[in-house]
């Protein structure tokens, strides 16, 4: 994947890519959800969020169409070989209002083990953390599905502080990239914060527009999470399954 030098301050595999789209292509993006039908939103408690390509189940996703304002994305996310010779079948699109956030989570075994975000409307800070232990961890989005929230393991810490040990920013218009153990073993969340203030745990500060003791005030977030569900079931299975 030729896209950018490794973060070498965090495990591999991750890369970031800033102004990965341009101003008048966020502006479209953001249109273009924003316009999106009523029913199309899905509202948790601390966000809300479409769902475009199908809903992944561990038996399988029925696939459906991406539109074509999706699809091109996707397109140029699976260009830069994120998928090896995969092509991005899913996104996930979560609306973060300022004070809104997701605890440690991990993004679980139904995805291709990448997991591409796309932020537009405003930035912020994404944290990395150990998990809980080898053999306990957050719930994961894979086995609550894409419309429910984290939650945090019976008898673990209440913060997970101890646990962080990287950040990166987020800006406008940038493409991360996660892959890996840092998708199969690191978890990965947003603080419930109002404003960023810059710190050294910022790995990729050096590829953005803000420097080192910045406070960033939140605007409106929107993430295109862009992954690749392997396990798809045709329309005839499922008719199938129902006899």
Not at 24 to 33: C, G, P, Q, V
Not at 134 to 144: D, G, N
Not at 211 to 233: A, F, K
Request: charged share 25%.
């Amino acid at each position: 994947m030729d896209i950018c030098p490794l973060l070498l301050q965090v495990p591999p595999t991750v890369y970031y890519i800033p102004d990965f789209i341009t101003e008048a292509e966020e502006s479209y993006l953001l249109h273009r959800i924003e316009s999106s039908p009523k029913p199309k939103w899905t509202q948790l408690s601390n966000r809300r969020l479409q769902n475009w390509g199908g809903l992944p189940h561990p038996k399988g996703m029925l696939s459906e169409k991406l539109p074509p304002w999706l699809d091109q994305i996707c397109a140029r996310v699976s260009d830069l070989g994120a998928f090896g010779d995969k092509r991005a079948n899913h996104v996930l699109v979560n609306e973060y209002q300022p004070g809104q956030g997701i605890m440690p989570h991990e993004d679980g075994p139904l995805y291709y083990p990448t997991v591409s975000n796309l932020t537009v409307g405003s930035h912020s800070v994404l944290k990395f953390y150990h998990p809980v232990s080898e053999k306990t961890s957050p719930s994961t989005t894979e086995t609550m599905g894409d419309h429910a929230e984290p939650t945090q393991p019976v008898g673990a810490e209440s913060s997970f502080d101890s646990r962080h040990f990287a950040s990166m920013l987020l800006e406008r218009r940038s493409l991360f990239l996660m892959r890996d153990e840092m998708y199969t073993k690191y978890l990965h969340g947003i603080d419930e914060l109002r404003s960023d203030t810059l710190d050294k745990n910022i790995v990729n500060i050096d590829r953005c527009r803000s420097n080192i003791g910045n406070t960033l005030e939140r605007g409106v977030r929107v993430s295109l999470t862009i992954r690749h569900v392997p396990n798809v079931l045709k329309t005839k299975i499922f008719v199938g399954l129902r006899r």
